[in-house]
């Protein structure tokens, strides 16, 4: 129940920066709510990859670099949802950035709720 209002969040995240960025949009509810899936999913299967990865020059960056790998999964995200698109990787950048604040801010009102 808590990863379903978790992806219920996300994608309310996602429709609220879709109508805030112009370089983003998103073509309804359901479309934000497959993009919430996706996200989690690639969060959870190619995000551990590319850190592994790309270990070397997140380290000589001082993790700055995690803020790139989160705009090409963002920008993946893109590529495999037809109704979600980000014009480049600097509206996928400042997406990545806003959404995990605004997540951040829904999850703590779903923590402060118990």
């Given at each position: 129940m808590k990863t379903i209002l978790r992806?219920?969040?996300?994608?309310?995240?996602?429709?609220?920066?879709?109508?805030?960025?112009?370089?983003?949009?998103?073509?309804g509810y359901l479309s934000a709510v497959i993009v919430a899936v996706v996200l989690a999913l690639?969060?959870?299967?190619?995000?551990?990859?590319?850190?592994?990865?790309?270990?070397?020059?997140?380290?000589v960056t001082l993790g700055l670099f995690l803020l790139i790998i989160n705009?090409?999964?963002i920008l993946m995200a893109d590529y495999f949802i037809d109704g979600f698109a980000v014009k480049n990787i600097w509206w996928a950048l400042i997406f990545s950035?806003?959404?995990?604040?605004?997540?951040?801010?829904?999850?703590?009102?779903?923590?402060?709720?118990?």
């Open positions: 992806i219920l969040l996300t994608a309310v995240a996602v429709v609220i920066l879709a109508y805030v960025l112009p370089g983003v949009a998103v073509d690639l969060r959870l299967l190619v995000k551990p990859i590319l850190v592994v990865l790309t270990l070397p020059i997140t380290i705009a090409v999964i950035l806003l959404l995990s604040f605004l997540q951040s801010i829904l999850f703590s009102l779903l923590k402060k709720e118990k």
